[in-house]
C-alpha cells in the first residue's frame, strides 16, 4: 500500500473569533440538527495555515446522503473576498469531536475550492469541560493503478490571536461568573489605558512570583526539577537584555522623552486644525 500527497508538516493557528462564530452558529442551529459545518477562511504561508475567519453552509444530513447548499457557500465567499481579499478558503469545519462517515463527502467539495484543505473539528458538548480543536488533513492511500481511498490524519492546532482580539477575550473574561439579568444585560466596559497597564503589571508581578518560588523549591529540593521549565526560564532569561540600573534608566527617560514629544506635537496639530477649522467658519459666517 501507498500514501499520495502527505501534508503532515502543517501547523494550523486559529484565532479567537473563528471559535465564536462557530458556537454562534452552533447556537442557531435548526432543531433537527446534530452537527454545523461551515467554511474555513484565511492564508497559508510555509506550512502554517492561519484561519481568520469563516462562515456557516446549511446542510442536512441523512443515513446515506449530505445535502449542502454549495451555492449559498460560492456566494457568501465571493461576499467576503469584496470586503477581505487577502482570505482565502484552506478548509472546512464541522461540531464535534468525531470525523463521520460524511466528512470524506464534504472534503471532496473543498478539495476542488483549494488545496491540501484541513478540516477542524469542535467539541462544542464540552466533553470534560473543555471545548476540543482538532485538524485533520485527507491523506490518499491506495496501490498504484488501483483503487484509493482517503484517510484523516491529525495535525498540530494552535489557538493564537492579534493584539486587539486579546483585548477583547480579556474583556470577555471579566464577565465570567456575573450573573445575567435578562432584564437589565451585564455589560462590560473597556479599561482606559493606565489601567490596563496597572492590571497587567500586577498579572506580571503575580507570574514573576510563581516562577521564584518554583525556583527556590526545586533550590531546596522540595519539588523536582522539569527541563522544560528550565529550557523556557533560560530562553527567558536570554531574551532580556543584559544591562545594568543605570543603562535601564537612561533607556526609559529617553523613550519617555520622545513619547511625550510626539504627543505633544499631535496635541498642537489638533489645535492648530480646530482654530482653522474655527477661523474658516466665522470668515464663511462674516462675508
Known sequence: MSTI???LNLTVRVHPVVLFQIVDAYERRNADSQRVIGTLLG???KGVVEVTNCFCVPHKEHADQVEAELGYASDVYDLNRRVNPSENIVG???TGQEVTNHSSVIHEY???ECNNP???TLDTSLTGFRMGIKAYVCVSLGVPGGKTGCMFTPINVEVTSYEPEVVGLRLCSKTVGVQSNPVKPRTVSPMLDLAQITEASGELLTLLGEVLNYVEDVLAEKQ???NTVGRALL???HS???MTTDQFAQMYNSNVKDLLMVVTLSQLIKTQLQLNEKLTSLTSFLN
Open 92 to 94: 472546512w469545519w464541522a
Open 5 to 7: 500527497n502527505l501534508p
Open 240 to 242: 532580556v537584555p543584559n
Open 118 to 120: 484541513i478540516h477542524l
Open 235 to 237: 530562553d527567558l532569561i
Open 110 to 112: 473543498y478539495a476542488r
Open 43 to 45: 492564508s497559508v504561508d
Open 224 to 226: 523536582q526539577p522539569d
